[in-house]
């Protein structure tokens, strides 16, 4: 895990991300039964201890008897056997190229950044308090699970200021900047408006300071915590392409934050991924070599949960054909079928680009009497639907 430590929501009621962690758990995904059991506190999302979460997946996999694992490079598409390529954002150059020529077709790109983290212990407590965003969470280490630091109007501007005027990095000649709206660097968000951070990241709502409960901040800087041991935070939605002089000068303006000491800074790569619509059927199998599937970000879906659920549902249907029979993608009415429907040809090819789950991608749930449905009532009918059918599929 790079860019952050957290899956998003864990609300299967109500939110599309958490339908999908349901959809998972339900299936028995090592994704998320390893993510249960390295949880640690992030109110209504699920977060991870990074390093032993990824530790304790890759002992899984090397000790499953039907697994071996081998780190030969693979350099072109094989033309028998079943296949699935799950490369992620970085695929090889040689495979790249291999790719390109069995499609014709070039593969994507678009940019992607990463938060810094830092240490907790550099964090000044006096400026910054603990609470989750309208205080959400079952316990109280869910509901002060994240650090905010309050700025002033002074302060916001200051900073907003210094934010558009330094140093970022170069793209290389003949790169341009395409990025994924869900992870745009925040400096890229300013840039199209001075208060475009304080409707997004630093949003002040549902939070009060508690060394100042009667002055309401102008914004609001929220860090995660990164680590079940609490010594390390990210900066929520704080993804950057500044250099990291210029990262450290300009994230010390953040009240509380003015001696921060980082364990590692932002940074930005670049990612790629295929024109999955014109390229993959519903078995998300390779139409010109059907016995390649693809999986994971490589095909256009965004995010830690929505790339391991691919993966998941190409190895569920892979099997299937091996044991021969066929299994139909999940319904596009459950979050990995609307995943799967986006991605195979509900996308259009021409302005294809990285998609989360959201409920947008759903047939529309009916209209009742008097209009539609209010917008908790409507969310928890996708997501009632939803698990009905996900059942469905899984009894196939």
């Not at 072109?76 to 954002?89: E, H, K, M, N, R």
């Not at 901040?217 to 390390?232: E, I």
């Not at 799967?340 to 409920?359: C, L, S």
């Not at 917008?375 to 009894?395: G, I, M, Q």
Request: with cysteine; hydrophobic share 40%; net charge negative.
């Amino acid at each position: 895990m790079v860019c952050s430590n957290s899956f998003r929501s864990d609300d299967d009621e109500q939110n599309a991300v958490g339908l999908v962690h349901w959809e998972m758990r339900v299936s028995n995904s090592l994704i998320m039964t390893t993510a249960d059991k390295h949880r640690i506190p992030a109110g209504g999302a699920l977060a991870v201890d990074r390093e032993p979460y990824a530790k304790s997946i890759t002992a899984a996999i090397n000790a499953h008897p039907l697994i071996e694992v081998s780190y030969e490079e693979i350099t072109s598409l094989p033309d028998d056997g079943q296949w699935i390529v799950a490369t992620g954002p970085l695929t090889s150059g040689a495979l790249a190229e291999a790719i390109q020529g069995e499609t014709g077709a070039e593969a994507l790109a678009f940019f992607d950044a990463i938060a810094p983290i830092l240490y907790a212990d550099s964090i000044d407590m006096t400026r910054a308090w603990m609470q989750s965003r309208y205080d959400k969470g079952d316990t109280e280490d869910e509901r002060t699970a994240y650090l905010n630091c309050p700025m002033t109007k002074i302060q916001y501007e200051a900073f907003i200021d210094a934010l558009l005027s330094a140093d970022k990095t170069e793209f290389k000649p003949g790169e341009k900047a395409g990025y994924f709206d869900g992870c745009l660097p925040i400096e890229v968000m300013a840039e199209r408006g001075r208060e475009t951070l304080r409707f997004g990241p630093m949003k002040p709502v549902g939070l009060t300071n508690a060394h100042e409960p009667d002055n309401k901040p102008y914004a609001v800087v929220q860090l995660r915590r990164d680590n079940a041991l609490g010594t390390l935070f990210n900066i929520v939605g704080f993804q950057t392409k500044m250099k990291y002089g210029a990262q450290k000068d300009v994230l010390r303006m953040i009240p509380g934050l003015e001696a921060a000491e980082f364990a590692r800074l932002g940074g930005i790569h670049r990612n790629s991924f295929i024109n999955s619509p014109t390229l993959l059927n519903a078995q998300m199998q390779l139409i010109s070599k059907p016995n390649i599937r693809f999986a994971g970000q490589i095909t256009g879906v965004e995010g830690y949960v929505e790339s391991a659920a691919m993966g998941m549902v190409a190895g569920r249907m892979a099997a299937a054909e091996i044991l021969g029979r066929e299994l139909p993608p999940p319904g596009p009415d459950t979050g990995c079928g609307a995943l799967i429907t986006h991605i195979t040809g509900g996308a259009v090819a021409k302005t294809f680009q990285p998609m989360n789950v959201n409920f947008g991608l759903f047939p529309p749930i009916d209209t009742v009497k008097g209009g539609r449905k209010r917008r908790k009532e409507r969310y928890k009918a996708y997501t009632d639907r939803a698990k009905e059918s996900f059942a469905d599929w899984l009894a196939m």
